[in-house]
């Protein structure tokens, strides 16, 4: 067999954290797509982030009875973000498909993202047109978070989107190039460009088990999504700062004028106190905001690997160079 008709690898990446009640509906999910799709071959990816539970068991024994099953025990719980990062560095495949162990994701919907890819697309992914059983605020406060985002840079923020999708292996290498420690994959996917496709569909409820994420994590991330996206709330601070010092000329000039003309009063408490705690309430946001743009430029500076893996298959890391 020569190169040319060499099958494409398709990896499909599942990041899991504590999700041994849905791995093996998934996997079924999967082996019937991957036996439909028979002009591709597979390799299923799996990152285990620190599972509490049985999920490394099951991945073990799903790589023992299918070949196709690669995976990536981490050394802890890293999050998402890094667990996906490594499922880039360890990945095989001429394409990359990221789907969520919980089956939120339709696996169902991966043949059409082949056919875009086919078509040359590098990037195609998946735009949820409803977001089945998930609570209200939630679906008011995405949707609010990404036009917030929007507003705030150039770029393109995908609405709606996850990290529901097929990159292409250029993606793939480009996205491994950039190593910031702080990531938030979904601007990166913006960031790095090439040919985009989106296709819709429904998003469903999870298949079982509960949700990784909760609120403060969830606050978490989206500031995280702003300050590694833009540095623009340095400038409205900015510009918040020359609006107050303008205001405050102008009241200074009316004071000079007063006392000029009326002569020193010794009232105005109320005034005074309310001019302080306005400028130091404002003062105070602005040296979180720079202090949170500072953090993260700490933990970048520190240059650290972003993970450590405990093995890959069944090959234990020893962290060694020789
Ligand atoms: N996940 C992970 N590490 C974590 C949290 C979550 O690898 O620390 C994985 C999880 O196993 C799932 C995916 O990320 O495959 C999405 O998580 P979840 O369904 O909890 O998030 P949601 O769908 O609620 O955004
Ligand atoms: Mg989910």
């Known amino acids: 067999?020569?190169?040319?008709?060499?099958?494409?690898?398709?990896?499909?990446?599942?990041?899991?954290?504590?999700?041994?009640?849905?791995?093996?509906?998934?996997?079924?999910?999967?082996?019937?797509?991957?036996?439909?799709?028979?002009?591709?071959?597979?390799?299923?990816?799996?990152?285990?982030?620190?599972?509490?539970?049985?999920?490394?068991?099951?991945?073990?024994?799903?790589?023992?009875?299918?070949?196709?099953?690669?995976?990536?025990?981490?050394?802890?719980?890293?999050?998402?973000?890094?667990?996906m990062c490594a499922g880039f560095d360890y990945m095989k495949g001429d394409c990359l498909i990221i789907i969520d162990a919980d089956l939120q994701d339709p696996p169902e919907l991966i043949p059409e993202m082949l056919k875009y890819w086919e078509e040359g697309y590098d990037d195609v992914y998946a735009r949820r047109k409803s977001r089945k059983?998930?609570?209200?605020?939630?679906?008011?406060?995405?949707?609010?978070?990404?036009?917030?985002?929007?507003?705030?840079?150039?770029?393109?923020?995908?609405k709606d989107t996850g990290d529901f999708r097929l990159l292409d292996r250029r993606c793939v290498e480009a996205i491994k190039k950039l190593r910031e420690s702080q990531r938030y994959t979904k601007g990166l996917y913006s960031w790095i460009g090439y040919n985009k496709k989106e296709i819709l569909y429904d998003r469903d409820p999870r298949a079982?088990?509960?949700?990784?994420?909760?609120?403060?994590?969830?606050?978490?991330?989206?500031?995280?999504?702003?300050?590694?996206?833009?540095?623009?709330?340095?400038?409205?601070?900015?510009?918040?700062?020359?609006?107050?010092s303008i205001a405050g000329f102008i009241y200074m000039l009316a004071i000079i004028l007063k006392t000029l003309i009326y002569g020193i009063d010794v009232s105005g408490y109320a005034?005074?106190?309310?001019?302080?705690?306005?400028?130091?309430g404002i003062q105070l946001i602005f040296l979180g905001l720079i202090g949170e743009y500072l953090g993260r430029a700490f933990y970048e500076v520190k240059g650290r690997p972003l993970y450590f893996i405990d093995s890959y298959n069944e090959k234990k890391e020893t962290n060694r160079k020789d």
């Open 1 to 83: 067999m020569n190169f040319e008709d060499r099958k494409k690898l398709v990896t499909i990446l599942v990041p899991a954290f504590n999700e041994h009640e849905v791995i093996p509906l998934l996997y079924d999910r999967l082996v019937n797509l991957m036996d439909e799709q028979s002009k591709y071959d597979f390799e299923i990816l799996f990152v285990n982030d620190g599972s509490k539970d049985n999920t490394l068991e099951l991945i073990k024994f799903l790589r023992k009875k299918d070949s196709r099953v690669n995976y990536v025990n981490l050394s802890r719980n890293y999050g998402k973000e890094i667990a």
């Open 133 to 158: 059983g998930e609570s209200f605020l939630k679906k008011l406060t995405s949707w609010g978070y990404y036009r917030t985002l929007q507003s705030m840079t150039k770029i393109e923020i995908q």
């Open 208 to 244: 079982a088990g509960k949700t990784k994420w909760n609120y403060r994590q969830l606050i978490n991330l989206s500031i995280d999504g702003i300050t590694s996206f833009t540095t623009s709330p340095l400038r409205w601070a900015a510009t918040v700062g020359i609006l107050t």
């Open 271 to 280: 005034s005074m106190m309310v001019v302080i705690l306005f400028l130091g």
